[in-house]
């Protein structure tokens, strides 16, 4: 499947995948939007402080197919060496977005962090999507063995969803 990549900005960086295997395609920083109305590529780095979150700009767009998102979901190894993820995650990127790939990142610890223009930030995903789907209300559902035993059902004997 070809999926159409477009740079809104010439310093951004096509996603690739960093081996034959990977799921995903790495993001990388562009810059990050500090006002609603700053120009692409004004900003060299940023540090993010315990807590803050961010909404990075990658500088690229997609064009999906129907039938396929794409999810942004939070690289590994920048958040157990950094504490850095994605807040959203996943965060959905529909069929009929053609904007930025904007990337929320949150600094879960007591570090501030350095992110610079060009290092990987998050990971994009497709995945397919179901669009003939109707939900139908009824009255009571049939029966499963699992019921409505939740959060920590195996290994917890009688344990309930929290409502």
Not at 82 to 89: C, E, F, P, Q, W
Not at 138 to 158: A, M
């Amino acid at each position: 499947m070809k999926i159409a990549v477009k740079k809104l900005h010439p310093d951004a960086i096509i996603p690739e995948q960093q081996t034959s295997h990977a799921s995903g395609f790495d993001l990388h920083m562009l810059d990050a939007l500090i006002s609603s109305n700053q120009p692409y590529g004004r900003i060299e780095a940023i540090q993010l402080y315990p807590g803050q979150r961010m909404l990075i700009r990658t500088g690229i767009a997609v064009q999906l197919p129907r039938g396929i998102e794409a999810q942004v979901r939070p690289r590994s190894g920048l958040a157990l060496k950094k504490g850095i993820t994605v807040l959203n995650s996943p965060g959905t990127i529909d069929a009929d977005y053609t904007g930025d790939i904007g990337v929320i990142v949150i600094n879960h610890s007591n570090d501030d962090v350095e992110i610079s223009k060009g290092d990987r930030i998050a990971q994009l995903v497709f995945q397919p999507i179901f669009h003939n789907i109707t939900l139908t209300e009824v009255d009571e559902l049939q029966p499963t063995k699992r019921g409505d035993n939740g959060f920590g059902h195996t290994g917890i004997e009688g344990s309930k969803a929290i409502a």
